[in-house]
């Protein structure tokens, strides 16, 4: 949306875009429908659960929109680890570990992940059961299959949820999740179901949704086939040496704690990182001013599950308050709200100043990160490719949050 367009103006705009859009969409909806209900009776679903089950299949052009709906915010690990490790959420965890203990003591013995993971996981995905999604799979699944998109990959898990649905003897109008498909206590998409949720609670069934015994022993097993290391942590929070080298970080660069420890990084608390042929990398979320972590296989394996290091932390972490150990030593620096136009100037400046970064998308990528530490080395500055208020002042983009509040402190 241009920037002069008045704002009623541009909501009255895209509103009639979007209900054009949906009244067009719905003409080749049901030949659409049609179509994927014959792929799934190809593919083994009986005929008659086909038929019952995409004659109740309906268009929701809400998410269509939230597919291609950008955040105006970018998301800054400070804003979003303190909105995920909260006090509740370690205290809750704590609670269901209790009233799961024989249940996960098995489980931990049988695919080597330990109980407190899989609850923080199961805590970070639906707050325990909480809040497993509002909106039908099914409608959500044949909306985005029948999308130009990415519609051969959600065809794909449409089918997979109906042949779930008639396997496992589920309830249609039950089966609610995320606006993308995502299901039940652990937010499994449907093709994550099929090959790793199993029966945790011996009544026959896999239900993500009903049975919390189902989702943990799910969990469990997928984190297992994932390739979870048995007897090794996520990682840990660690003391860097003032003269640490930021270009030294990320997973290529990769070393065993060993070397690690040789070069200076020591535990959170200040004691020897240790001696081990273990592969680990440093990970620094919020630049030089805040927490650095070390990783290792078992965090890139929380990665598969969600495919972000912000997300991988805030399960490490979670998981350890979970059973009993502190939470980050060093304090999270305060950071504006920075907002995709942010950090598009920032890329714009970037490239006028011979740092390419790539086309300006307002998103902090490799390329954008990548150019942050030239620019920082050139300006010498602490090359840790973090878009701090340090960067963003010495190349001239003042964040809008920070200019709403000196304008503020103007008119007082």
Request: net charge negative.
């Amino acid at each position: 949306m241009s920037k002069w367009m008045p704002r009623k103006l541009g909501f009255s705009i895209l509103s009639l875009l979007t209900a054009t859009s949906s009244a067009y969409a719905n003409t080749d909806f049901e030949q659409c429908k049609t179509q994927l209900s014959q792929q799934a009776v190809e593919q083994g679903v009986k005929e008659e659960t086909a038929k019952a089950v995409f004659a109740n299949i309906q268009y929701q052009p809400r998410v269509i929109s939230l597919d291609r709906s950008q955040p105006e915010f970018v998301q800054t690990f400070p804003g979003y680890y303190s909105k995920r490790v909260t006090a509740w959420r370690i205290g809750k965890g704590r609670e269901m570990y209790a009233k799961h203990k024989e249940l996960l003591s098995s489980l931990s013995h049988k695919y080597g992940v330990p109980a407190h993971y899989l609850v923080a996981f199961w805590g970070l995905e639906t707050n325990f059961g909480g809040y497993k999604g509002k909106m039908n799979v099914l409608n959500s699944l044949a909306t985005l299959a029948c999308d130009e998109r990415r519609s051969s990959y959600f065809s794909k898990e449409l089918v997979t949820a109906v042949k779930l649905l008639e396997r496992e003897s589920l309830d249609q109008t039950k089966m609610v999740g995320s606006w993308a498909g995502a299901m039940g206590h652990t937010q499994f998409m449907p093709s994550a179901y099929m090959n790793y949720a199993i029966d945790g609670d011996g009544d026959g069934q896999i239900n993500l949704w009903d049975s919390e015994e189902d989702a943990l022993a799910s969990a469990a097993n997928f984190l297992s086939q994932l390739g979870w290391q048995p007897g090794f942590r996520w990682g840990r929070e660690i003391q860097l040496p003032d003269n640490f080298d930021y270009r030294e970080t990320g997973y290529k660069n990769r070393r065993s704690i060993t070397e690690w420890n040789e070069s200076g990084i020591k535990k959170a608390d200040g004691s020897a990182l240790g001696n081990s042929d273990e592969k680990g990398y440093v990970v620094v979320p919020a630049g030089h001013n805040g927490p650095a972590f070390i990783a290792y296989h078992n965090f890139r394996i929380i990665m598969r599950w969600n495919n972000s290091e912000f997300y991988a932390i805030a399960v490490g972490k979670l998981a350890d308050q979970i059973a009993g150990e502190a939470g980050i030593d060093k304090a999270l620096p305060e950071l504006p709200a920075y907002t995709r136009d942010d950090i598009l100037k920032l890329q714009t400046a970037l490239n006028a100043s011979g740092y390419d970064v790539g086309k300006p998308d307002g998103i902090i990528g490799p390329a954008t990160r990548a150019g942050i530490r030239e620019y920082q080395l050139a300006s010498n500055l602490i090359a840790d490719g973090f878009p701090g208020l340090d960067v963003m002042k010495a190349i001239g983009v003042l964040p809008d949050e920070l200019k709403e509040s000196d304008g503020n402190k103007e008119s007082e």
